[in-house]
């Protein structure tokens, strides 16, 4: 048996064909190495594994295959993590991986952590998102946080460590849109645990491969171990960012005035006759301007939501109910406003078939892969950002619908190959460069909370409360922490307030000042003037 140490409290033990993590000398996890690297057709497993290499910070094993010609395993601890992958060559369309599966005969790694966080819908506050590990499977999916991190943040009941087990991969080998953390609901100490990431069918081994990396790495509460798993990436795999909120441009601090708050108002005060986004017109925006003024309110951004465009694929301005956008951005740039526009992602609204990712045979949605699609996403945003004539002179977008990139298997893009977090990135990539060469101070708000798409945030959405979890401090104030350890330096946009009284919806614009940048939604006719003189203190 070797040992490598972490820190002063925890370290590795490395024995013939498996792993021992501990803290203060409490056994975490024993990992099997074994990993199965399956195709559609066939199970990978391993027919032997032995340890072959060992240098002190590094631990190498290699095993013989019923799949693949060539296995194995690596073991490295850098900046006081432990990351682990498999290596295997030969040719193959992998399904998915099975980390720490076992070979045949075995089910899984053993395990003493008691339960886990996951922060993957944003949905509810610390307490109601962390399980027990008796829940199989348990699944990080992009959901609101799209992507979410994909790390499990653990506890033991044992010490007051807290261990994360997650996935990392470098540029490009995003191939994956899930992290499935499958544990046993009975006899867990005899069935073990292992982690799944599904390829779809969207991965090609032909010669050598390696996996993406399985990262572990602990921290003194659940926070410190998300801060600890972005930083490692930022560190090792040199992804960007966030632009330093101390050297951006002062109005992309807010506050905002976001309409759909409001345009949900009109809906109901007129009787439901028409859906929200039919009120995102010039001249109700022009409304809640005055109604604004006439309060005392000056937000620094006007954010003009659904539905403003004539076509969602094709971001063309709907001129029925925007006869002169130009002439509106311009006179709130003369009051020290911006305008940013409501985005809505991957929508094949008006798209030429060739354009589209396909399946079945259908156009599915916008493909950015495709250069016919970007060229035409990149006329598009600068005509709605550019100052140069003929142009709308708009300053950014509020990027929506993010998680609704094509999950399903089959579907075929320009580009062969590039799925789940990838496809993400493609078109969110494209969307800040182009945005930027348009203006160079364009504000890019969207829902991103994971390191390889930091570059590309300048301001991160919170996302909408449910009221009846009745709890909007306690839910808010979580999710902007875990925005901000993975994040650092993002700003957050508080996305709104909700409440069904006076007193609770003052009580959410507060707490939203304190947290990140308040974000007006509704105009309430119930307001008084005492109640708007507090909303303006913030």
């Known amino acids: 048996m070797y040992r490598i140490n972490i820190d002063k409290s925890r370290y590795i033990n490395i024995h ?8 203060d000398d409490i056994r975490l996890f024993s990992f099997n190495v074994s990993s199965r690297l399956n195709l559609a057709e066939r199970i990978d497993f391993d027919t032997d594994v032995n340890l072959t290499e060992f240098n002190g910070e590094t631990a190498v094993w290699t095993a013989e295959s019923t799949v693949w010609n060539k296995k194995q395993y690596k073991l490295r601890v850098i900046d006081n993590c432990f990351v682990f992958s498999v290596t295997v060559g ?3 369309v992998p399904e998915n991986i099975e980390y720490f599966r076992g070979a045949e005969g075995s089910v899984g790694s053993n395990f003493a952590v008691a339960g886990y966080l996951t922060v993957n819908s944003q949905n509810k506050d610390r307490e109601r998102s962390k399980f027990m590990m008796d829940v199989e499977p348990a699944e990080i999916i992009p959901l609101r946080a799209a992507p979410p991190p994909f790390v499990f943040p653990m506890w033991n009941d044992m010490n007051d460590d807290w261990i994360g087990i997650g996935i990392a991969a470098k540029k490009g080998q995003h191939n994956f849109q899930k992290l499935t953390l499958n544990a046993p609901r009975n006899n867990w100490d005899e069935n073990g645990c292992w982690f799944t990431v599904d390829f779809e069918g969207y991965t090609s081994v032909d010669g050598e ?3 993406p990396y399985i990262w572990g790495g602990f921290g003194k509460d659940d926070m410190d171990v998300l801060r600890n798993y972005a930083d490692w990436q930022y560190n090792n795999l040199g992804f960007g960012r966030n632009p330093d909120k101390h050297s951006i441009p002062d109005w992309w601090k807010g506050p905002i005035f976001c309409g759909w708050g409001a345009q949900g108002e009109l809906r109901d005060r007129l009787g439901r006759v028409k859906k929200s986004p039919a009120y995102a017109t010039e001249e ?5 301007i005055e109604k604004l003024e006439s309060v005392g309110l000056n937000p620094s951004i006007i954010m003009i939501d ?6 969602y694929g094709l971001l063309d301005v709907d001129t029925q109910k925007w006869s002169d956008m130009r002439a509106f951005a311009d006179r709130q740039h003369k009051n020290d406003r911006r305008v940013v526009l409501w985005l809505m992602c991957w929508r094949k609204d008006g798209l030429p078939e060739d354009e589209c990712i396909m399946l079945d045979g259908e156009p599915y949605c916008a493909d950015p892969t495709n250069p016919k699609y970007l060229a035409r996403l990149e006329k598009a945003i600068y005509n709605l950002l550019s100052e140069d004539e003929g142009c ?3 300053d950014g977008f509020k990027i929506d619908f993010m998680d609704c990139f094509p999950r399903m298997a089959g579907s075929v893009a320009y580009e062969k190959g590039v799925y789940g977090l990838e496809m993400q990135k493609r078109l969110f990539d494209a969307i800040y460069r182009f945005s930027k060469k348009a203006k160079s101070d364009a504000l890019i708000n969207m829902s991103s909370v994971h390191p390889y798409f930091s570059e590309n945030c300048d301001q991160f959405r919170i996302h909408d409360f449910d009221p009846n979890l009745r709890s909007y401090k306690s839910t808010m104030q979580f999710r902007a922490e ?3 350890a993975i994040m ?3 700003l957050i946009d508080m996305d709104g307030f909700s409440g069904p009284t006076v007193r609770e919806k003052l009580h959410c614009l507060v707490n939203n000042a304190k947290l990140g940048v308040p974000d007006l939604y509704y105009l309430p006719d119930e307001f008084t003037d005492e109640d708007w003189a507090v909303v303006n203190a913030y």
């Open 392 to 394: 709308m002179n708009c």
């Open 284 to 288: 109700n925006y022009n409304g809640f």
């Open 16 to 23: 013939n064909n498996r792993f021992s993590v501990y803290s």
């Open 488 to 490: 650092p330096d993002v």
């Open 209 to 211: 491969w390696e996996s």
């Open 90 to 92: 030969g040719k193959g």
């Open 482 to 484: 875990f925005a901000e």
């Open 306 to 311: 659904d539905k403003w465009q004539n076509e």
